[in-house]
């Protein structure tokens, strides 16, 4: 029961205590185990699908340098359609080639012929939730090892000593050997052999913007903070594409380093204006240093107020209120 609590998980829910023979063994959930292992850092994700025999027709699996699966899931399952196997993929994050495992049910059979609850004997087919574990724990095998990933592994390879018994007939892929470019705690030292610049403002402003007229402008010379605000959020979306744009990562850092320092400076300037009875410009009157405008961000839709006096990006710098009602 102690043991059963320790993983964190609900009883009944995420983690369950199966008796096998007279010894009482703490089993968990696989897509709790796929949790876990995310949660220690092993994976962005990891995800589990049985395949049948109605799916075959859109089924492809491609390895080599880019690895990946096409799989459409029937939307009418055809009835007498049987289970054909089932694959795991582990995303390990942007700019790596996620882990895939596939194994067709001839192979998930030879492990599960070994299994004290769940062989061929007393479950004539394989519940497809069986398959995807199984995948789940073959596709844990394969990731980059890591300190805070061993005791989840280790877990899972205890659950499976007492689930299983005998000797596996299909050979156990080897766990991947952790790559030269990330350390035991599992951070990415790319690059590390050039001295990484130490992310503050000065760095920031360095950024340049990826796109539009401005492109190649350092992002030091924007002014307008709901400019940055519009970048933060078009980098964001980037960063969660597969092939999203390769610079997101920095865009985001940089934007919320500049973005309270932008905020900082227009609160003053608004305090000096309305200490010295000025009226404040529009924030998208001026976006960069040298006077010119920034174009509207991909996919974003104008986010300027026109009822507070505000033009869109790319017009031109607005006049305050006051300064056009004539005679005032």
Not at 24 to 33: A, G, H, L
Not at 70 to 88: C, N, T
Not at 182 to 201: F, I, Q
């Amino acid at each position: 029961m102690c043991r059963a609590l320790g993983t964190g998980g609900v009883i009944g829910k995420d983690v369950y205590i199966v008796p096998f023979g007279n010894q009482p063994t703490v089993m968990t959930d696989y897509r709790f185990e796929a949790k876990l292992v995310v949660a220690a850092g092993g994976a962005r994700s990891i995800d589990a699908t049985p395949v049948y025999s109605d799916e075959l027709g859109s089924f492809r699996i491609t390895k080599g340098s880019a690895p990946s699966i096409e799989h459409s899931p029937a939307i009418r399952p055809d009835p007498k359609r049987e289970l054909v196997g089932a694959y795991a993929i582990a995303f390990l994050g942007f700019n790596h080639a996620p882990i895939i495992r596939w194994m067709p049910l001839a192979e998930i059979e030879a492990i599960r012929v070994r299994s004290r609850e769940w062989n061929p004997q007393k479950h004539a087919k394989c519940p497809p939730w069986y398959a995807c574990k199984t995948a789940i724990r073959q596709v844990c095998k394969l990731l980059p090892d890591s300190p805070k990933l061993r005791p989840i592994l280790a877990q899972m390879r205890d659950e499976e000593a007492a689930e299983l018994a005998g000797e596996a007939e299909f050979p156990v892929e080897a766990p991947a050997a952790r790559p030269a470019t990330v350390d035991a705690d599992g951070v990415d030292l790319e690059y590390e052999s050039e001295p990484k610049p130490t992310r503050d403002a000065t760095w920031a402003a360095t950024i340049t913007i990826p796109f539009g007229e401005q492109k190649g402008k350092p992002l030091g010379d924007v002014r307008s903070v709901s400019y940055l605000n519009a970048m933060g959020s078009w980098a964001q979306k980037q960063a969660e594409l597969p092939e999203g744009f390769a610079g997101a990562r920095d865009l985001i850092d940089a934007v919320a380093i500049l973005l309270p320092i932008r905020k900082a400076e227009r609160e003053a300037e608004k305090a000096a204006q309305a200490a010295a009875e000025v009226p404040v410009a529009p924030d998208a009157g001026e976006v960069f240093k040298d006077g010119s405008t920034g174009p509207v961000l991909p996919g974003e839709v104008e986010h300027h107020n026109a009822a507070r006096g505000e033009l869109p990006l790319g017009d031109a710098p607005a006049k305050p209120r006051d300064a056009v009602r004539g005679g005032r």
